[in-house]
T-cell receptor
Framework: DTGVSQNPRHKITKRGQNVTFRCDPISEHNRLYWYRQTLGQGPEFLTYFQNEAQLEKSRLLSDRFSAERPKGSFSTLEIQRTEQGDSAMYLC??????????FGPGTRLTVL | AQTVTQSQPEMSVQEAETVTLSCTYDTSESDYYLFWYKQPPSRQMILVIRQEAYKQQNATENRFSVNFQKAAKSFSLKISDSQLGDAAMYFCASQGGSEKLVFGKGTKLTVNP
C-alpha cells in the first residue's frame, strides 16, 4: 500500500493560466475527497466522489473549478483562469467503508 | 452547519512532559465522528486518533488520548511523554451528516528539548 499520491507537488503559474492536479488514492478506496488549505488555516472541503460519481460540492468550488474521476480510480482537479486567490495547498484524501480519510502530501499552487 | 474551534493557535511543551490541546465543536447531528490529525512540517496530514460520538469511552492510542465531553461539545487531545517528533500542527475535525471533514484552524505544537 503506497498511500495517496498527488502530482505535481508544486506548481507555479501565471494569473489567467489553467492548471490541473492529479490524485491517486489508496488502491481499492472508493471515496476520494479534495480539500484546499491556505496558510494558517485548516483544510476546507471542496468536493467528494464515490467511485466515479461526484456526490457533493462545496460552494467554494466556483465555476472555474472542475473535478473528475472518470474511472473511479484517480481524480483530476482543474482550475481555469487562475487568480492569485487560488494560491493554496490542494489536498486529496481517500477512504473505503470507514469515516477515516487518508491524506496525500498535497499540491502547492502559487499563482503569480 | 458544523463548526470546529481550536482556541490555542500555539502551544509548547517540554520533552517528556504532557500537553493538552483544546477543541470545541458544534453540530446538530446525533451521529458524528471526531478526529485529531497531525500535520508535520512536510505537510502530509496524519490521523492521530478518532472518536465515535456514540461511544462514551474516551479513545486512546498509545501516548495519545482524548477527553470527549459530549454535552459540552468538547474534544481535547492529551499527549503524554511528549517527543520531539510530536512537533507539528494539530487539527481537530468533525464529520457528521455528510462525508466531508470540517476542520478547526489548528494548534501549532512546539516540543522543547
Amino acid at each position: 500500500d503506497t498511500g495517496v499520491s498527488q502530482n505535481p507537488r508544486h506548481k507555479i503559474t501565471k494569473r489567467g493560466q489553467n492548471v490541473t492536479f492529479r490524485c491517486d488514492p489508496i488502491s481499492e478506496h472508493n471515496r476520494l475527497y479534495w480539500y484546499r488549505q491556505t496558510l494558517g488555516q485548516g483544510p476546507e472541503f471542496l468536493t467528494y466522489f464515490q467511485n466515479e460519481a461526484q456526490l457533493e460540492k462545496s460552494r467554494l468550488l466556483s465555476d472555474r473549478f472542475s473535478a473528475e474521476r472518470p474511472k473511479g480510480s484517480f481524480s483530476t482537479l482543474e482550475i481555469q483562469r487562475t487568480e492569485q486567490g487560488d494560491s493554496a495547498m490542494y489536498l486529496c484524501a481517500s477512504s473505503f467503508g470507514d469515516p477515516t480519510q487518508y491524506f496525500g502530501p498535497g499540491t502547492r499552487l502559487t499563482v503569480l | 452547519a458544523q463548526t470546529v474551534t481550536q482556541s490555542q493557535p500555539e502551544m509548547s511543551v517540554q520533552e517528556a512532559e504532557t500537553v493538552t490541546l483544546s477543541c470545541t465543536y458544534d453540530t446538530s447531528e446525533s451521529d458524528y465522528y471526531l478526529f485529531w490529525y497531525k500535520q508535520p512540517p512536510s505537510r502530509q496530514m496524519i490521523l492521530v486518533i478518532r472518536q465515535e460520538a456514540y461511544k462514551q469511552q474516551n479513545a486512546t492510542e498509545n501516548r495519545f488520548s482524548v477527553n470527549f465531553q459530549k454535552a459540552a461539545k468538547s474534544f481535547s487531545l492529551k499527549i503524554s511523554d511528549s517527543q520531539l517528533g510530536d512537533a507539528a500542527m494539530y487539527f481537530c475535525a468533525s464529520q457528521g451528516g455528510s462525508e466531508k471533514l470540517v476542520f478547526g484552524k489548528g494548534t501549532k505544537l512546539t516540543v522543547n528539548p
